[in-house]
């Protein structure tokens, strides 16, 4: 089975703050993603990363950056936490075997809170 | 912009029932389609997947497919309470088979 995990399950920050999310997935998948997700808004994509060292741009990329050193793990960073960023945080990871099967797996979440 | 829509729902059916659930998606050159379950609070997982016109079929869950009508539906026979979750359907476009498009998701509830 696929694992996904995710550093915190919940988490409370002050404006201001730099802010680390971790992602860690267990089965060597090549593409890893960061959403959030907000009532009404569903799941929207931040960023996500297709190799190591390689990311992409989502839909909602501003006031985010992302890290991916390893395979297995890629970084969300909120440079300087506001209140319009609490939210649940979600990764996922998903393997590119080019079969149209292959299908993301989500980690637990991160719901943030920003004071 | 491409989009994935559904009815928000709430879906209230009673327990042993049919829920139909439905997804419209607006990029004719979709490739597989996507159906999550996400529970309160929980993050989503995944149900099943479809990417051939007609039915797919697993236990109570069935997946309608009609490429034609850019329409996807999933149907939950003998519904039971513990079916009660938000259903959200994904959509993998032609272009690019890492992202998915995210419908925003219909909430159903299964009466006792």
């Known amino acids: 089975d696929v694992k996904v995990t995710q550093s915190s399950r919940y988490l409370v920050k002050r404006t201001g703050e730099k802010v680390f999310l971790e992602c860690v997935q267990d089965?060597?998948?090549?593409?890893m993603f960061w959403y959030r997700q907000d009532p009404g808004l569903g799941l929207r994509l931040i960023y996500f990363?297709?190799?190591?060292?390689?990311?992409e741009k989502g839909d909602i990329p501003e006031g985010y950056s992302v890290s991916r050193e390893k395979k297995e793990r890629f970084s969300l960073i909120l440079e300087s936490a506001s209140t319009n960023q609490t939210s649940m945080y979600l990764c996922?990871?998903?393997?590119?075997?080019?079969?149209?099967?292959?299908?993301?797996?989500f980690g637990p979440g991160t719901r943030l809170t920003v004071l | 912009q491409k989009e994935v829509e559904q009815n928000s729902g709430p879906l209230s059916v009673p327990e042993g029932a049919i829920a139909s659930l439905n997804c419209t998606y607006s990029?004719?050159?979709?490739?597989?389609f996507f159906w999550y379950r996400q529970y309160s609070g929980k993050s989503p997982e995944l149900i099943m997947f479809?990417?051939s016109n007609g039915d797919k079929e697993d236990g109570r869950f069935t997946a309608q497919l009609n490429k034609a009508s850019q329409y996807v539906s999933l149907l939950i026979r003998d519904s039971q309470p513990s079916d009660s979750a938000t259903y959200l359907c994904?959509?993998?476009?032609?272009?690019?088979?890492?992202?998915?498009?995210w419908g925003l998701g219909t909430s159903l509830a299964v009466n006792p």
């Open positions: 990029d004719r050159g979709s490739q597989s």
């Open positions: 089965m060597d998948h090549e593409n």
């Open positions: 990363s297709y190799d190591v060292k390689m990311k």
């Open positions: 996922a990871s998903l393997k590119s075997s080019g079969k149209r099967t292959d299908t993301q797996y």
């Open positions: 479809i990417y």
């Open positions: 994904a959509v993998q476009g032609a272009g690019n088979n890492r992202k998915l498009i």
